[in-house]
């Protein structure tokens, strides 16, 4: 045997896949190949492409399965409720007459996620900043891997921390800032603090830094080499080499890694359930006890609830899958145009 | 005379004085002063806040003072500087906090009687019972969503990276992406409204498992569509070469290759989902007694023991609590760490 020690390797390997005589040389590969054409061979080729075809189709039909039972099982419930579901305050679905709406806990779910967004996007942008440029090659890589484990604690951790710990924690700040700020609307209070949406926005916001930062970072990290080379040029200070090169170009990955982030938000849970004193009002006054999340309104009163109810609850989890799906296609839109801006 | 002035003014404007790192720390020992004497004088108190007042102080000190020495940019340059430390410490502080927290608190009841032990029967404020038929609840439900979610996810992500061409392929994909923002709440709701309402099936973890997989499935697509994607064109090339069939040439050469990436997506898979509460609740719902079956009767789960016993309002509980946390924190790092181990040391090779 004067082969070369790789294809007889490669040999080896063919004539486990294909049956076809072992030791043969490379040379007579041709007749392999018409041997390769045989029926049984294509069909399994066609059979495997429908496997792994057919996995895809069915992905889709989940996702359709999903807003289809959603609807079907809250029809029931929405025909029952004597109220307007949009613009009711109150959940009450099991009573007679039946009565619930949507309005106070879509409006607590946003609330909570944009102050969640506020408290969150300028620290996880800087660091983003950090990791990507401004700390020493030793520290960033522990950096980020901190932050990436961030992400991995159980939401229902942050939840249990948020309850015993930052709750009562958050008391001094909030009565710091109603005492000195309370001519802000935001911070007035009824002089009770506490199970707040303030302290559940900062649980949120806390559990969406490591999210906005990792993909701030990946795009900052992608800043051409050159225009980072240009601003050093012509005597930028770091700042303003970060100003003019990195934040430019990382723009739109930062505002759709701001969306993605309020995504996940406004789909929190459990978190947000230990944490709130759960209410029905529309209320801006975020210090006090009070508010409500579309989600952890299903997490706090699915256990109680009868069949109307439930179907009530799942109407609100309607709201909530359209709204994420919403800002899900508005993400992917912002990162397509940047794709094209940036090309 | 004037001459002189001027060119001095010019040497200033092109190197301008700097501050010495002697000078920064004696700006910082004077901020750390003044919150002391703030500390005392005024109601002000605690760790947290001291470190925040003293850092505030800091970099407005530093700011004003690099603004009259060093001019308008370097103190910019200095200001931004400092506020990137402030929230990469900002960002690491929660984490040392949960961490610290749980350990702290849970170590002090975990033992081994506690993992050996099951809630049947046990009061609120009984300071016995344990997490035993939780453990197993939670291993079951994960598992079960593995099996049913990385053989479905690797096939969708073999279909993406080696099959997909036209229109369905990009469709696909574009789901995969919306699924990965499907809120955890809206899973269990789906099982909740499908297997439990519809098909009229009773809790069960297996209902649970449903979910996980449907959380599991667009972590598990993404992250072998990125492993198979870096698998190098010249093996799958010189498979054809040799005559292989297109589907031996995935399963024998472009899978193993990129194998130990797929088996860190999946257990960075696995670690995200076994944390979930909230679909557990609307399916498994939770039981305070051993149930090996997870395909009957309601059975128990880490996340949802944490759950539970976090909102009795007695100290014993929220104890228990905290040490099922503990536990749950310690297999999510346990898979975090062992997926990137894995990823270190027998990442694709091209």
């Given at each position: ?59 889709l ?50 609330l ?23 700390a ?44 000195y ?12 603090y ?45 700042w ?10 990382g ?40 508010g ?19 179907g ?25 145009r ?6 | 005379?004037?001459?002189a002035v ?10 301008r ?54 001019g ?49 029967g ?65 899973a ?28 599991m ?134």
């Open positions: 045997m004067d082969e070369p020690e790789s294809a007889k390797i490669s040999m080896t390997r063919s004539s486990e896949a294909v049956p076809s005589p072992a030791g043969q040389p490379p040379k007579t590969n041709g007749a392999q190949s018409k041997d390769m054409r045989g029926r049984p061979r294509r069909r399994a080729d066609a059979i495997f492409r429908m496997l792994v075809q057919g996995s895809g189709v069915v992905l039909v989940i996702m359709a399965a999903i807003a289809v039972f959603l609807i079907l099982q809250a029809i029931p419930a929405l025909k029952a409720d004597t109220t307007n579901f949009l613009t009711t305050l109150n959940w009450a679905p099991d009573s007679t007459p039946s009565s619930f709406g949507i309005a106070a806990l879509a409006f607590g779910s946003l909570t996620s944009l102050l969640a967004l506020v408290m969150s996007v300028p620290v996880a942008v800087g660091v983003a900043l950090a990791i990507s440029h401004y020493p090659r030793w520290l960033a890589g522990p950096l980020a891997y901190v932050v990436d484990l961030l992400a991995a604690v159980p939401s229902v951790v942050f939840g249990l921390w948020g309850l015993i710990y930052l709750v009562p924690s958050i008391i001094g700040p909030s009565k710091f800032l109603s005492t700020f309370g001519f802000i609307p935001l911070f007035e209070t009824n002089g009770t506490g199970k707040s949406v303030f302290a559940a926005s900062v649980v949120l916001a806390v559990m969406i830094i490591p999210i906005i930062a990792a993909i701030s970072r990946e795009i900052f990290v992608q800043t051409p080499r050159d225009h980072i080379e240009a601003a050093w040029a012509i005597g930028a200070t770091k303003e080499m970060v100003r003019t090169a990195i934040l430019p170009y723009r739109s990955g930062v505002v759709s890694a701001t969306v993605l982030g309020f995504g996940r938000a406004i789909g929190e849970t459990i978190a947000v359930a230990l944490v709130l004193s759960a209410n029905y009002e529309i209320s801006l006054h975020i210090l006090q006890p009070g409500n999340t579309i989600a952890a309104n299903i997490a706090n009163r699915y256990g109680e609830a009868g069949g109307i109810g439930r009530a609850l799942i109407a609100s989890g309607l709201v909530l899958f359209v709204i994420t799906l919403i800002v899900n296609f508005g993400a992917r839109a912002i990162v397509r940047g794709e094209r801006e940036g090309a | 005379m004037a001459q001027e060119v001095k003014a010019g040497n200033s404007r092109l190197i004085a700097q501050l010495s790192r002697r000078f920064l720390a004696a700006i910082a020992a004077g901020a750390i002063a003044v919150t002391f004497a703030l500390f005392i004088a005024t109601p002000l108190h605690g760790l947290v806040g001291f470190v925040l007042v003293a850092a505030v102080l800091y970099v407005v000190a530093q700011t004003v003072i690099s603004n009259v020495v060093e308008r940019r370097a103190a910019m340059n200095r200001l931004v500087t400092s506020v990137v430390v402030v929230c990469a410490c900002a960002a690491v502080l929660p984490l040392v906090a949960v961490l610290g927290f749980t350990v702290i608190k849970g170590s002090a009841v975990l033992d081994l009687s506690f993992l050996t032990h099951t809630m049947r046990v009061a609120e404020q009984d300071p016995y019972g344990g997490i035993y038929h939780a453990i197993i609840g939670t291993l079951e439900q994960v598992g079960l969503a593995t099996l049913l979610a990385v053989p479905f996810g690797l096939l969708v992500a073999i279909y993406l990276v080696e099959y997909s061409t036209g229109r369905l392929g990009r469709i696909v994909s574009f789901f995969v992406d919306v699924m990965t923002g499907l809120p955890s709440i809206v269990g709701l789906f099982i909740f409204a499908l297997w439990i309402l519809a098909l009229g099936q009773s809790f069960s973890g297996f209902a649970g498992s449903l979910a996980l997989a449907i959380l499935l667009p972590t598990v697509v993404r992250s072998a569509e990125e492993m198979l994607k870096i698998v190098p064109d010249s093996l799958r090339e010189g498979s054809y070469a040799l005559g292989i069939p297109k589907w031996v040439t995935v399963v024998r050469i472009v899978l193993p290759t990129a194998l130990a990436g797929i088996v860190t997506g999946v257990m960075l898979a696995i670690a995200r989902v076994t944390g979930e509460t909230a679909p557990l609740l609307l399916t498994v719902f939770g039981n305070p007694a051993l149930n090996f079956n997870p395909f009957s009767g309601a059975q128990a789960s880490l996340p949802l023991f944490v759950f539970g016993e976090a909102g009795l309002p007695n100290e014993t509980a929220i104890n228990r609590a905290w040490a099922a946390a503990l536990v749950l924190i310690l297999i999510v790092l346990v898979l975090n760490i062992m997926a990137r181990v894995i990823a270190r040391f027998a990442g694709v090779r091209s």
